[in-house]
Structures are given as structure tokens and as C-alpha cells.
């Protein structure tokens, strides 16, 4: 099934579009997953799940098609934004620009959380603060990844944000459902 005509357009590193009179530009975040987008919005910076709080430091590669290489390069790309940028935790459904303010925040005895700065993560960042190597990702990210496994709700999850939400069934009477895979190549284009 094809899902490129279910969106307008896709979205594209460097890619510039205005929200109302403010002037937005496309960041690619490929890491954590094979697909993912942040937001340049004025000094304020929109991300996906690959950098969560300094504290947690950054997303496992426990998805399909998902890369510590390409992690890793995401992260120094943000890492050389100004240092007075904000960033804000998001959620990103599918390649589409919809920007929930929910976020992957997971305080370990401090107060939830959702913005942070580009110099408190170059300096806090449990993972990738200060000048961490690729070797040094890879050995953080990908083993953890591979033990957590695919995520349990994955496969409904894409299909129902590829097809913006709608079900599957073409016929009103059927009942709603999304397919579920016995087997699933990791490799995506």
C-alpha cells in the first residue's frame, strides 16, 4: 500500500514554511527512528524523541530502521545550534506537521520537565554532553535497543498515523481494525 498520497507534501531537511507570521524550518532527525522531523520555530527548536531531558539523555535505537550512526549525527547537528536556543519536547505523528506538546519525560527525582537549552545539553546531557564519541553512543544506545525489543504498539501506530487516522475498513459495517504483522523486515527505505 502506497502511503505518499495520504499527506500534501513530505517534509524535507531545510525545508522553510510559515505557521501563522512565524517562520518555521524543517530539521531532519533520523535516528531513533528512520523518519523523523524537528522544527526550527524563532530561537525555539521542536524536536522528536531522539534527545529527551539531560538527565535521560537520549532514545535507545530500539525501532525498526533506526540507526546510532544517524542518532548520533542528529545529535551533534542540534549540539551546534546556539547555545541560547530553547529546545522543547514533542511528539511527532508520522511525517505529517502536527506538534503536540506531550513529550518523552522521564524525571528521576526531579520535576517533570519539557524545555531545555542547547548549552545545558552540550553541557548535562547524560549521554551525549560535552564530546562524546560515536563508539561511545553506539555502546549506550544500540545494546539497550536491541534488548527493549519492538515496541508493542508499533505496527498499529503506523498505520493509523500514515493514514491520518482514519481506519482501514472500507466498509462502514465492518469493524474497526489495523493488521498486525507475524514478521516484519527491519530494513525501510
Known sequence: EDFA???????????????GSLQCEIIDLRGYTPKSIGVLVGDNF???????MPDVG????DVPGGSASALYSFVRKIMTLPRHYRRLQSFFIAWAII????GH?????RDSSSVTTVK????TNKHV????SMASVESMRVKPGAELGTPRLLHASLQMNLRRRRDASADAKSPRCVRVPIAMDAKLP
Not at 521542536?46 to 529527551?52: A, F, H, M, R
Not at 506538534?99 to 506531550?102: D, E, G, N
Not at 545545558?120 to 553541557?123: F, H, V
Not at 554532553?129 to 562524546?132: D, F, L, Q, S, V
Request: net charge negative.
Open 5 to 19: 498520497e495520504s499527506f500534501d507534501e513530505l517534509p524535507r531537511d531545510g525545508k522553510e514554511f510559515h505557521l
Open 46 to 52: 521542536i524536536g522528536g524523541d531522539n534527545l529527551v
Open 58 to 61: 537520549t532514545a535507545p535505537v
Open 99 to 102: 506538534l503536540t506538546m506531550a
Open 105 to 109: 519525560d522521564y524525571p528521576n527525582k
Open 120 to 123: 545545558e545539553r552540550n553541557e
Open 129 to 132: 554532553g560535552g564530546e562524546t
